[in-house]
């Protein structure tokens, strides 16, 4: 803690999250204030673990002295004591809700919340979820696709051109799935080098020209006439003249970037392995093991010959190259438009948009600058950040450093010493280089630093592991710390940049038990057995043991999950991604049944319905048809979405599932979680909804008491006490990632792109060599590190399963155990099991020794309905509006009619004038008539009303006479809850001002005319006027029989009294 | 505001029961139940919708228990006050703002508001500005709670304010947009609501106005209530015991610094406070708990969810668990069948592409429409298949293009429902918005009816009221701000109506699903609140864009420490409210529902600090992993259907039958066929159709037999290419079709040089495209031959099949495939040994049509040799490649293989299926962990 700046190379196991937390308890306990401290990994998980780990340190602290004195002591703060950390534990879950803790990402799209004007983004945005973007690529391809009423239009055209360029030589049959392909592919790659200036641009590859590409000076066709007679003339061999033969034919048919056919292959290789000999014109060329002598003359069309080849190869992939980034501008454009211009940002959107432009202009970096243009990132993010805390600093991207660099400059430079820089990682873990992480940073910041002031930044390596047994740290130490071994299999960059980085383990466990060793199995079918027979032995869960089998692939992990369960009767989880809408019957028949309402001439989908439990569902709730099917589920996902009408019918298929089927429900649960997923998206389209469930794949929830199969590079951060890695076989270590070769000066920046010829070709030429061996390179860097995190995995015991490398010279994993652990075999004893091996340490027996696990602590019950809680029961009554009358029928195309208005606004306004009215006389008629003079149909109707002689009564005012006008009641009636509003109620009082009876009018504006109509009319509202008379009796303080009710129909206007009913 | 007029009075309900009852009580004062309890003289302000309805409830329910009934006060929350105090004629609309905010935006020199907009936007087009237009609402908004317009900012601001020249620029803005509104006689609302709290009219049959346990009113209200308090009395009522008094200010607010420390009391803290993984396991947990209510759980237990977007999960544990339940916010139209419907006839509107009539076409009203169009016998799957198959064979770019392709063989619904679509895309094109929205949807709803009593139709008419109010709205707006196109105004239309929500009311019995700040004013025994998560309760703002923290502080505005005030108030009143009668339970997740880590509230960690690192202990642990009880199981086996095995098979159906029995039952006895939803392009097959039209032609054209120029040969293919592709897909072509059929060109124009070339190396066509049909065993095998070619030298003959695969196929490996382990279980007769290595047949094409020639005994003569005439991708491979390697004996076991597989047809074996990889098989849907295993074949249906 003596450091300000620290960087801790933290080998596997070694503690890396304890050196992180005590970083941060040491700041606060120098006094930084929790807010102020910003700690950045690369999950969401690990970042969760790691809040809870500092919370959990602190409050073991404020209770136990004596973990209190260790901790202070650890963090070079030895007056500390538990009041001390008690109070840092008040501070930082107080502060909780401001800490900048979390993920890059997270930070990241803080920042750019907080700047989007800034960042020309309009207002706020939402970050795309994989499965969202999924769904937009397919809307902008469809976008791209559709055709302008007057023809195809410009963009589309050079689309086309640019696809045509893209795939030349290859007239593809389908777009779709090969743009998909190709955005698979490319699209990353052009969002960081969009500049068409870098893509197949032969004067940025070879700035000092190439001398393939130089003008030929012989025709192609001329050397080929005279080189084809030159040979004819020599009467070669058979056999010779036979290959020659083939060459000429193949020549004229071979277009550039199709695949050489190997006719052509032959002499070109041929010729090329004695290239320089050609160039001086006296060249011995082999042919069917034989060599012939060539004349200059016969070099010199040799020679003009394979430039034409090499020539037209090279041209050809820098035109493609073009092509694919024209192709990718030309999607980017309209994906531009549609989707990040309407506020739908990936997180690597998000990050382009902070990294430093071109031009090296960074909104971070303005931070820096106190006077003018200054961005004030602390006032708008409201904090200040003074300390960097960044885990697995080895994944971290150079566009990721390049958006934090300035603000950790600012933290660097700081001339008073309050702000600090801290990074945790392993080189040797870095195994996502194909997601831009880059181990090399870790390196060049250190120098960089230093170089501007030496000693800033203090380097700690921890080498020993709190997490593995000594058996395995020795199989670590025998395999990675053989430098002789690597360097020998792996000459170069790659063994030389593990070399140094290299430090010999420990383990800190000396006295566990272990056991480490590497067993030899034939073939796939061997190993997958013999990784039975060892659970079998080691019997991990009956000892409470946690227990993982590595693969590389998803694939073979879902496959020996499989095996395991089904042949060794081993529960067994793949935690790979589970597609859970198509990986059980349940969910296909549900989508089967989705596609067939849609579409319903799919007969694949109709019969596959048909052939479930569905069939019977269905028939019961009347759906026996397709035409049934089509109306009924399109109805109900177009009123209420997918999550709901999929529900709906797997509430009915529930009970037909086996009684102990928990894996049938569990996925119906995730098919309704994942359609609610789809159905934010705001589409009704089945077919997306279709693909969208295709592509769905949910992380299994951690489980205890299964056997995990996963991908090391899933494991990476875990630790089991059982490791199995029955999955080593497999090619080259140092094999070139495939697509586009991009080439990077040492900042990073993209200098070229190239669609990269076949060997034969690209090996001609030092540029592209030098390219690809830097690839071969970083991938074996890389492959190394793999079986590095997947061997440190293990805490007591680590079996590694493959073939002896025996004498094939594939660089593969089985060459390299070889190498480094030896080559003989041996008998390893696991248990009782006795199988064949190349290397083992430790105890055999280490099985023997684990404790039977404790029983597990009981967790907290749940919770549970209160026993007494009847008795404190609150009322709760069904509300009812007796006037909001939901009941008739009206015409649906009127209810759509922008004019007339609808009948309920005219009735409002009726009504609106009516509770102006007190009283009524020929006075007050004549004032409304002036009043409402210009108030339309409502108003003339109104008025009609007041002066109908029919209706006199009800305006009629006088002694003893009150009236309610619009008034409000709310009243508890037959135990319902009744809320409503009187239009008019007249009571009448004797002398005394006791009620002695009310009436109540209600006023329609339905449309009747005649007597039948009216007495319809009068039927329909009933119920309601007698809920009216009961409710007015209450108020009104008089007896039910007492209150009268009469409608009035102000188109007439008529007037009926309702009977009590 | 801190002041207290004369008239400002504070009350105290204690917190030792529910507020509900009290606060009815308290309202109704000395009421002695006489007569009705009349409360028309009063104005209650409330702080939610929700608490207002509970109130008017509680009141009913008081007065009921004397027989009596209530004259309700005026209930209204402290925003609806606002909003419907100063309404006024001329006060402009949202919409009316965000046109106005529109214009300025795209109106204005951006560089003259350079803090604002430092960077110049792409395009300044409407969605680009109706964007911002809403941010800036809503900023003003925010403002305007705390009294301000965008030109007060910096005065509030105070001193060492860092963006000082941005807000004056913001102002600049805010002032044009009040101008340009003004202009057009409307006044800005947020203007109007501030000039309106300066003077708030009080109408004058309200002698008092009350504000009811509302920890958290818009500062503007109070602003107009202090006011009041000049001549009315004005009593706030809090909900806590008087002796909290210094808790509260004089609105009856938290104090942010008394609420900060303080200790929150939940009895039995540990065993009320639950952990749960994530928002599905806290939704079980919270629907078990009412489920152990039994029949009628609503008012003994209720529900609140602090995270609203963990809501529907409630919800649907709770419909799993049997009971109703009730959201209270409602759900926005966007979700509703008329907002798709409407999105729909947009698109259809602004392009008729074929997508847009795809889209239409499957809208639930569209299909009512053209059922009750076409009578009783129409069909909506019969139209909804025919518009697919259209879509497969021609597909036609748009509107247009289908309606030419509509082929007369068509079930009749297809020009029915084309013509309707035809008919609506008229209207919407000739008349302008709204008018040809609402033309068009009298088209389409012409003759149906809404029965009000059937809960979708109510529904239904519900949403034609609303979105019938936003056409209104667009249309009122639209004569004071013109210049927007249609489509603009169709988006501003749908946003409006699908932003807008439905409520329904409760039905009986139904439990409430409440956020957090309605749990105040719930009073049922039992609580149970899920989602107590920081960032939920209390939630915080950290970073904006405008306001934050540091800003909110210096104007007034609402800040962190005031959220957490608020909460830790109201989870210290629901807490203490159930203390002695029921039970508070406190559910927090570990992860979000997209896995994310979340933390516990921070009022769960408000406890004297001696426990506080017990309690972290305990908030913070690990989440128990679920034992697990998973293990992939199969729900059940699927039962095909059986048919009889059919009495004749294409040539292809036995390569079919030979890759896999089951299959070939499944696609060629049940004729299962999938439909690309969206095919945008030709597929393999149609693409290959197109070619073989052309090479078919030329072989037939008898004056091309002998022909030996490329050119000629070309120009003939690329003719007849032209011909046919035109047939199927009109002139107009879609880019993917572009794409493909000009790759098809360079093919062909491939094959005309190569036709060339073995012309000249003397091949002639002799017959082409001749079809056969070959009775073996029982069955009779179809079949048509691409050509017959006669090597005039020599006089051998050849049969060649055109293959348009992506890369050139040796025949020898498209017929026999290397033996695999497994296929011991193949009969014998499946199988061959050839150059000493066994072998299994793939396919029996080119044998077959050997064996078709001997059956017209044309094979006299030197043997006929068989192969294909490759197309491939690679242009440059296309060339005729012979199978060399079948020998007689080879072709011997292919007849033995034939005879086989037709017995085999005949005797309906089908079983067992081949397990193939799931990319390779195009019933990978059917089957899950093995083709056989997911099948159960002997049960016959
Ligand atoms: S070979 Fe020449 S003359 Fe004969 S058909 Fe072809 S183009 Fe005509």
Sequence with gaps: MSARHVMILASAGSGKTYALTNRFVALLARGARPERIVALTFTRKAAGEFFDEILRKLARAAREPEFAAQLAADIEQPRLGPADFLRMLRGVVEAMHRLPLGTLDGFFARIARAFPLELGLTGEFEILQEHASRLERRRVLQRMFARAPDGLDTAQREFIEAFKRATFGAEEKRLAARLDAFLDEHQEKFLAAPAAELWGEASRIWPRGNAWLAPRRRKLADAVADLQAALARRALPPKQQARWDLFFAALPEWSPGAPLPRALEYILENALAVWSDVGRGCAEMTVERKRIALTPDECADLATIVREIVAAEFTRRLETTRGIHAVLRGYETVYHDAVRRGGKLTFGDVQRLLQPDVSGESLTRAAADEGEGRLFIDFRLDAQFDHWLLDEFQDTSFGQWSVLRNLIDEAVQNPAGERSFFCVGDVKQAIFTWREGDPRLFREIFEHYNRMAPGAIAEKHLVQSWRSGPAIIEMVNAIFGRGDALAQLFPGAASEAWNREWRAHESARAQLASHAAWLHAADEPERFALTVRLLHEIAPLERGLECAVLTQTNATATALADYLRREGGIPAIAESDLRVGTDNPLGAALLALAQAAAHPGDTLAQEHWQMTQLRAVLAAEGVATPEALTQRLLAQVHADGFERAMEFWLRRIEPTLAPADAFSRERARQFVAAAALFDATGSRDVAEFVAFMERHTVRDAETAGVVRVMTIHKSKGLGFDVVVLPDLEGQRLDQRRGGLAIQRTPERAVEWVLDLPPKLFHAQDETLSEHVRAAEAEACYEALSLLYVGLTRAKRAMYAISKPAGTSESRNYPKLLTATLGAHEQEIRIGQLACAGGWSAGDPAWMTRVKPPAPAAKSPEETAPIASAEQWRVPRRAARRPSSGKAGVIDAAQAFALEGGSAADFGTEVHALFAAVEWGGAETVGRFAREWSARGDAAAQALACLRAAELAEVWAGGAGREVWRERGFEIVLDGAWVTGVFDRVVIERDAAGRARRAAVFDFKTDRVATEEEIAAAVERHAAQLNSYRRVAAVLAGVAVAAVTCELIFTRGPHRRTVPPG | ?941
């Design chain 2, 1 to 941: 505001m801190e002041f207290s007029p004369a008239n400002l009075r504070r009350h105290f309900i204690p917190w030792d029961a529910p507020l509900l009852p009290q606060a009815a009580a308290w309202l109704a004062g000395d009421w002695d139940g006489a007569r009705p309890l009349d409360l028309q003289a009063t104005w209650v302000v409330v702080p939610t919708r929700q608490s207002g309805r509970r109130l008017r409830e509680a009141l009913a329910e008081f007065a009921a228990a004397r027989g009596q009934a209530v004259f309700p006060p005026r209930v209204l929350t402290a925003d609806a006050l606002l909003a419907t105090g100063s309404a006024a004629p001329d006060v402009a609309t949202r919409l009316e703002s965000l046109l106005a905010w529109a214009e300025v935006l795209r109106e204005i020199d951006l560089a003259a508001v350079p803090e604002v907009f430092p960077v110049a936007p792409p395009r300044r087009d409407l969605a680009w500005a109706w964007r911002l237009a809403e941010n800036f609402f809503r900023l003003q908004t925010q403002l305007t709670e705390g009294g301000l317009g965008f030109g007060e900012v910096v005065a509030h601001a105070g001193a060492a304010f860092p963006e000082t020249e941005r807000w004056h620029q913001l102002a600049q803005l805010e002032a044009a947009v009040v101008e340009k509104l003004a202009a057009r006689g409307r006044r800005e609302s947020h203007a109007a609501r501030r000039a309106w709290a300066r003077e708030p009219v009080l109408p004058p049959e309200i002698r008092r106005v009350v504000l009811l346990a509302s920890p958290d009113p818009l500062p503007l209200a109070l602003a107009a209530l202090a006011r009041w308090a000049e001549r009315v009395p004005v009593e706030v009522v809090v909900f806590a015991p008087e002796s909290e008094a210094d808790h509260f200010d004089a609105w009856g607010r938290p104090l942010d610094a008394a609420w900060a420390q303080r200790v929150l009391a939940l009895p039995e803290f540990e065993r009320r406070v639950q952990l749960c993984a994530d928002p599905t396991a806290e939704a079980e947990r919270a629907a078990r708990v009412v489920q152990g209510y039994g029949a009628a759980p609503d008012g003994l237990v209720a529900l609140g969810v602090a995270d609203a977007d963990a809501l529907p999960l409630l919800e649907s544990s709770l419909t799993r668990t049997g009971v109703a339940s009730y959201n209270p916010e409602g759900r926005p139209w966007r979700t509703d069948a008329l907002h798709t419907l409407l999105v729909a006839l947009a698109a259809l509107r602004r392009e008729p592409t074929f997508d847009a009539v795809a889209a239409l076409a499957r809208c639930p009203d569209f299909l009512a429409a053209l059922v009750a169009r076409g009578g009783a016998t129409a069909s909506a799957a019969r139209w909804l298949q025919a518009l697919d198959e259209l879509r497969a064979e021609h597909l036609p770019a748009d509107l247009r293009a289908a309606r030419e392709h509509a082929s007369a063989e068509a079930p009749r619904e297809l020009p029915l429902g084309l013509e309707l679509i035809a008919e609506l895309r008229a209207v919407l094109e000739r008349e302008a918005f709204p008018a040809g929205a609402a033309t068009a949807l009298g088209i389409l709803f012409r003759g149906r009816q809404f029965d009000l009593s059937r809960p979708d139709d109510a529904r239904a008419a519900e949403a034609a009221e609303a979105w019938r109010g936003a056409m209104r709205e667009c249309l009122a707006a639209g004569e004071r701000f013109g210049g927007l196109r249609a489509h603009e105004w169709w988006d501003i239309a749908l946003r409006s109506f699908g932003e807008s929500r439905r409520t329904e009311d409760k039905p009986a019995g139904a439990l409430e699903l409440q956020g957090w700040l309605e749990l105040l004013w719930e009073d049922a025994p039992h609580l149970v609140v899920t989602g107590v998560n920081d960032g939920f309760v209390p939630d915080a703002v950290i970073g904006d864009a405008f306001l934050p923290e540091a800003l909110r502080e210096r104007l007034g505005l609402k800040t962190n420490a005031a959220r957490f005030a608020r909460d830790a108030y109201v989870f210290q009143a629901i807490a203490a409210c159930r203390a002695r009668h029921g039970r508070l339970d406190v559910l927090f997740a570990k992860n979000s529902a997209l896995g994310e880590p979340l933390r516990p509230s921070r009022l769960l960690l408000r406890c004297a600090d001696a426990e506080l690192p017990a309690r972290v202990a305990f908030l913070f642990r690990p989440v128990e992993a679920a034992p697990t009880n998973r293990a992939w199981t199969r729900a059940w086996k699927l039962a095909p259907r059986r048919a009889p095995p059919p009495a004749r098979v294409a040539v292809t159906g036995l390569r079919t039958w030979l890759a896999c029995p089951f299959r070939f039952y499944l696609a060629q006895v049940l004729r299962m066929e999938p439909v690309d939803a969206d095919k945008s392009e030709l597929d393999a097959r149609d693409f290959g159709t197109l070619c073989h039209a052309a090479l078919e032609a030329m072989a037939r054209e008898p004056a091309l037999r002998d022909c030996t120029e490329e050119k000629t040969l070309r120009e003939f293919l690329l003719a007849r290419f032209e011909a046919a592709a035109r047939a199927r897909f009109g002139a107009e072509l879609t880019l993917p079709l572009v794409v493909q059929l000009e790759s098809a060109r360079q093919r062909l124009a491939k094959a005309a040089a190569v036709q060339a070339r073995e012309r000249a190396a003397g091949w002639t066509i002799e017959r082409a495209e001749w079809k056969f049909a070959l009775p073996i065993g029982g069955l009779e095998v179809r079949g048509k031959i691409d050509r017959l070619d006669r090597h005039e030298p020599s006089g051998r003959r050849r049969v060649l099949d055109y293959k348009t695969s992506d890369t050139a196929i040796p025949p020898h490996k498209a017929h026999v495939r290397p033996f695999r382990p497994g296929d011991e279980r193949l009969p014998e007769w499946m199988q061959v040994t050839h150059d000493g290595r066994r072998h299994v047949w793939a396919d029996l094409q080119l044998p077959l049509y050997l064996r078709a020639l001997d059956a017209e005994n044309l094979a006299a003569g030197p043997s006929v040799d068989a192969g294909y005439f490759n197309l491939p991708k690679a242009v440059g491979e296309t060339a005729v490649a012979v199978w060399s390697e079948l020998t007689p004996e080879l072709r011997a076991a292919a007849d033995a293989c034939a005879d086989g597989a037709a017995a085999a047809i005949r005797a309906g074996e089908f079983w067992p299926p081949a397990e193939l990889a799931p990319e390779r098989d195009a019933f990978a849907a059917l089957f899950q962990h093995g083709a056989a295993d997911s099948v159960a074949w002997e049960v016959a249906r």
